[in-house]
């Protein structure tokens, strides 16, 4: 059906898709950390990078890799974008 308001509704989307940007951007950062720890370290990459290898995942398991969420008034049907 049609938004009861337009005008939010398309604020909320834009609002929606900066929040996916920040997520998008954020792993991209984290995932240069890992890049560049395993690059550093070399050989001795799976005892020095734990830290960085837990930050990076620990963001990427997240729904939708950590993005900001409303209040779903159905949250089962929020499966992601």
Same mark, same amino acid.
């Given at each position: 059906?049609? $938004?009861? &308001? +337009?005008?939010?509704?398309?604020?909320?989307?834009? =609002?929606? $898709?900066?929040?996916?940007?920040? $997520?998008?951007?954020?792993?991209?950062?984290?995932? =240069? &950390? @890992?890049?560049?720890?395993?690059?550093?370290?070399?050989? /001795?990459?799976? &005892? /020095?990078? @734990?830290? @960085?290898?837990?930050?990076?995942?620990?963001? @990427?398991?997240? /729904? &939708?890799?950590?993005?900001? =969420?409303? +209040?779903? $008034?159905? +949250?089962?049907?929020?499966?992601?974008?």
């Amino acid at each position: 059906g049609r $938004a009861q &308001d +337009p005008v939010q509704y398309i604020l909320a989307a834009e =609002q929606r $898709a900066r929040e996916r940007q920040i $997520a998008y951007e954020t792993v991209r950062l984290l995932r =240069q &950390d @890992v890049i560049e720890c395993y690059r550093k370290e070399g050989v /001795n990459h799976y &005892d /020095n990078c @734990v830290a @960085v290898n837990k930050r990076y995942y620990d963001v @990427v398991v997240k /729904n &939708d890799v950590g993005q900001v =969420q409303p +209040p779903w $008034a159905n +949250p089962a049907k929020n499966v992601g974008f």
